[in-house]
């Protein structure tokens, strides 16, 4: 299946994909030029001249303010008969901010080559699906057409806005992929870089508006307002007169009768003045600029003011505006008018549109851009979920080489972001998940906790030893200490008895003293 879809040439007709293009160098060979002019445009910016190139293997637009068409055939033609699911996928990136320009696909209606070398806005599509901005206005849009089966005239249903489609899209120079999921039931599922962004169901009156099917009644066109209906709720009080002092003239603010003019204030002094730090430029010339003359400047003098002086306004409490008499409710008040309801000649109901939409036999670009730059690649139309997982799978690559800068905490983000929304359509991924994800954290733990708590256990150890080293120390410090001490103890006692002796024996051998004569 890979080397079906990633294939060109040959290897088209062995992929069940109605279109997969890579744009290879031969991307020429299966594209087609539009030499059309746009209706109703003005001749100088009509025709489709915008011009292609190749960069990197992808397709981009050269030309600012353009028309752009370019188309190509598919394989064979994707009937909706058939059954089997549409995806319809391709990537996009903007590498300068877009001021103005589409860059949707349109899944055109059955068609042949000749058409295609003349495709305008005016070639039927059978699906439309893209992002568009302008201005403010940011969107990814999916338009489907449908033929009424009344009047046999076709008419554009509109999914509702996408919230996201600014922030996803057009905020970075990343490349982005876009996605739209269309299945036989009708349920369809849109995604921005693999993120589901919409669902819903083509004849939901929610998810699309304008929608589907038409409204069951409408106005109907014969029926006119009575021209005694009153459909005012309030009216003048005929009672309610002007009182004879209410001025209508009087102003709304009059000169402060009370301010002064203060000490400081200049009548004299100009409010500008010349700039006195200004120079001829180099470059004038009196005889053809004239005499130079300076640019006026704030007259520096003038902190408090300058001029001549003015009183300031205040508010006028005579003041009372324009009389208008006071409203009582109008005694013929029928409420609002409103037309008869009819039944809709155009009504149906329709709850499975899939099986019914025209075939789809090439895709195109038919644009207007004033923003050049905006580049394509991996366009892919099929009813393989594996072939769109294989291009999904490329895009994906691309993503984190874009992404390989911003390190591994956001290229994390992106694949759980990714890989929630697989599990949405994919609800057996989920139980995986779970125990791989399981199996990483407790992987983790064991790695990093469990090395941690041993390293605290041997640290814990080896304090509790070296406090008992440390104890063991001051005990025997503590004994020497007290043991010298007792030395010094006996040594003292030791030289106290020595001297004791020497004078017990120096105390013997004195003479007796004789007594004296009285």
């Known amino acids: 299946v890979v080397a079906a879809v990633v294939g060109v040439g040959s290897a088209f007709a062995e992929s069940s994909s109605f279109i997969s293009e890579e744009f290879t160098d031969d991307w020429v060979d299966r594209w087609i030029l539009s030499n059309g002019k746009k209706p109703n445009v003005e001749s100088d910016i009509a025709s489709y001249s915008g011009k292609w190139g190749s960069e990197d293997g992808r397709l981009v637009m050269k030309s600012e303010n353009k028309h752009y068409g370019l188309s190509s055939l598919l394989n ?3 009937d909706f008969t058939a059954g089997k699911p549409l995806f319809f996928q391709y990537e996009v990136k903007y590498n300068e901010p877009v001021n103005c320009g589409g860059s949707y696909m349109k899944l055109l209606s059955l068609t042949d080559e000749s058409e295609l070398t003349e495709l305008t806005n005016e070639k039927p599509y059978t699906i439309l699906f ?5 201005g403010t206005d940011n969107h990814l849009r999916f338009i489907y057409r449908f033929k009424n089966p009344i009047t046999k005239e076709y008419a554009e249903v509109h999914a509702n806005p996408i919230v996201e489609a600014k922030a996803m899209l057009f905020d970075d120079k990343r490349t982005h992929l ?11 599922e849109i995604r921005i870089d693999g993120k589901r962004v919409a669902n819903g169901d083509l004849s939901s009156e929610v998810d699309f508006n304008p929608a589907l099917n038409p409204p069951a009644t409408i106005d109907d066109p014969t029926d006119k307002k009575p021209a005694d209906w009153v459909d005012d709720e ?4 005929p009672e309610d007169f002007k009182p004879e002092d209410w001025d209508e003239d009087a102003p709304q603010f009059i000169e402060d009768l009370d301010a002064e003019m203060p000490d ?3 009548e004299e002094a100009p409010q500008y003045i010349p700039d006195p730090e200004a120079e001829v430029p180099v470059d ?3 005889e053809e600029d004239g005499e130079y003359e300076a640019p006026v400047v704030a007259n520096p003098k003038c902190d408090t003011g300058c001029g001549p002086w003015e009183r300031p306004m205040v508010a006028n409490p005579e003041f009372k505006g324009k009389w208008s008499p006071r409203k009582i409710p109008h005694p013929d008040y029928k409420g609002e008018w409103k037309p008869n309801q009819i039944t809709n000649p155009e009504y149906f109901e329709e709850s499975a549109p899939f099986g019914k939409l025209d075939a789809i036999g090439a895709v195109a670009f038919e644009l207007w851009t004033v923003t050049a730059g905006i580049s394509y690649d991996n366009i892919i139309l099929t009813s393989s979920r594996d072939e769109l997982d294989v291009f999904t799978q490329k895009w994906r690559e691309v993503h984190e080489e874009e992404t390989a800068e911003e390190g591994i905490a956001a290229q994390l983000m992106d694949w759980v972001s990714f890989y929630l929304a697989e599990a949405q359509e994919k609800p057996q991924m989920l139980a995986m ?3 791989i994800v399981g199996s990483a954290l407790f992987a983790f733990y064991f790695l990093c906790c469990s090395e941690s708590q041993t390293k605290q256990e041997t640290d814990a150890v080896e304090e509790e030893t070296s406090d ?6 001051e005990e025997e410090t503590k004994e020497e200490e007290e043991k010298k001490k007792e030395d010094e103890v006996t040594v003292e006692d030791k030289d106290s008895d020595a001297d004791d002796d020497e004078e017990e024996e120096e105390q013997e051998n004195e003479p007796t003293a004789e007594p004296d004569a009285e």
């Open 76 to 78: 064979e033609k994707f």
């Open 130 to 134: 893209g992002p568009d901005k302008c």
């Open 178 to 188: 876009v996605t739209l999921v269309v299945e036989p039931s009708g349920e369809f």
């Open 234 to 237: 309030l009216m003048d009080d």
């Open 264 to 266: 400081t204030w200049d």
């Open 284 to 286: 004038w010339d009196e």
């Open 433 to 435: 998940g779970v125990v």
């Open 468 to 473: 008992d080293e440390e104890e063991e120390e």
